[in-house]
């Protein structure tokens, strides 16, 4: 079943972020644009490449409004660990959510049950808290933080103007389409 225009679930984790431990909610997450970023477990080898390519666009993400949720079945203590001894996370400042319950992992449905972690999911919620972009991919394959913030500003373009759309590789600034008849939305 498709993910898209779901409601994100009602959460309330811990982080690891700026050095310390935050709360996070559902709450926290509506009103602006967010990723969330599930990968299966911290202390592997997949997973700090892609949050390292994460921490480097991240500055990017921060001024198109986006904030970025790294999220594994990990406790906050152990995501603690994991940047306390890896030179590629220590780089990571968004906020790496603790999901030992899988709540999140079941509610964007991406929770390997018998494995007790989450697949390679990629979420972008709109400020709605609606989700209008996912990808999930084989756990051996690595994201590329450069095309999801390429998708973000298409989505982004998208919302401010409804009767738009984005072509294949769409950059800021570039030429969209605008259809004849209503089916923006419906395609």
């Known amino acids: 079943m498709s993910q ?9 984790v811990q982080a690891f972020v700026n050095d310390g431990f935050k709360e996070v909610t559902k709450q ?10 599930f990968y299966p477990a911290d202390f592997t080898f997949v ?14 993400f921060q001024e198109a409004g986006v904030e970025v949720y790294g ?13 306390d001894t890896s030179a590629a996370i220590k780089k990571v400042k968004y906020p790496l959510l603790a999901d030992p319950t899988g709540v999140l992992a079941r509610g964007f449905d991406v929770m ?21 972009s996912y990808e999930v991919v084989a756990g051996n394959i690595g994201r590329n933080a450069e ?10 373009f998208v919302d401010n103007h409804p009767s738009e759309v984005c072509p294949a590789k769409w950059k800021k600034g ?3 389409l605008k259809p004849s008849i209503d089916l923006v939305g419906k395609i």
């Open 112 to 132: 390997i049950e018998e494995a007790g972690l989450a697949e390679r999911g990629t979420f972008v919620v709109n400020p709605k808290g609606e989700i209008v």
């Open 71 to 83: 999220v594994s079945c990990d406790t906050h203590f152990v995501h603690k660990a994991w940047h």
């Open 28 to 37: 926290d997450v509506l009103g602006k644009w967010s990723v969330f970023f």
């Open 47 to 60: 997973c700090p490449t892609e949050l390292e390519d994460l921490a480097d666009k991240y500055s990017d």
């Open 174 to 176: 570039g030429e969209t």
């Open 147 to 156: 095309e999801l913030f390429r998708r973000i500003q298409a989505l982004q």
């Open 4 to 12: 898209i225009g779901k409601q994100i679930v009602d959460f309330k």
